[in-house]
Nanobody, 121 residues
Framework: QVRLVESGGGLVQPGGSLRLSCAAS????????MGWYRQAPGKQRELIAS???????NYVDSVTGRFTISSDNAQNTVYLQMRSLKPEDTAVYYC???????????????WGQGTQVTVSS
């Protein structure tokens, strides 16, 4: 199993910055992809950024140029640096990992508990 623990959410004014962290622990053979999703009230959860162990990165258009995803593979940790935050970025942010935990090599999906980010003056 994989346990994901997020930190770094909070309240910030428009134009401000926050950095989210997500540390993976547990028993697994590999983590192939880590990513950040967010879910605003009344909306579906959406993928906003992802990074593979090989360093391939993708962003949703709404955060491109403002958010930066990075990872420390040795520490099984992924970060999301968020800049120029807007009120519409307000949401619960979830860490996600796609990991292999056994020698059937099946990829499993794991989620963190979520951290609230509120952008408001």
């Amino acid at each position: 199993q994989v346990r994901l623990v997020e930190s770094g959410g909070g309240l910030v004014q428009p134009g401000g910055s926050l950095r989210l962290s997500c540390a993976a622990s547990g028993s697994f053979l590999s983590i192939n992809v880590m990513g950040w999703y967010r879910q605003a009230p009344g909306k579906q959860r959406e993928l906003i950024a992802s990074i593979t162990t090989g360093g391939s990165i993708n962003y949703v258009d709404s955060v491109t140029g403002r958010f930066t995803i990075s990872s420390d593979n040795a520490q099984n940790t992924v970060y999301l640096q968020m800049r120029s935050l807007k009120p519409e970025d307000t949401a619960v942010y979830y860490c996600n990992a796609r990991a292999i935990i056994s020698y059937d090599w099946a990829e499993n999906n794991y989620w963190g508990q979520g951290t609230q980010v509120t952008v408001s003056s």
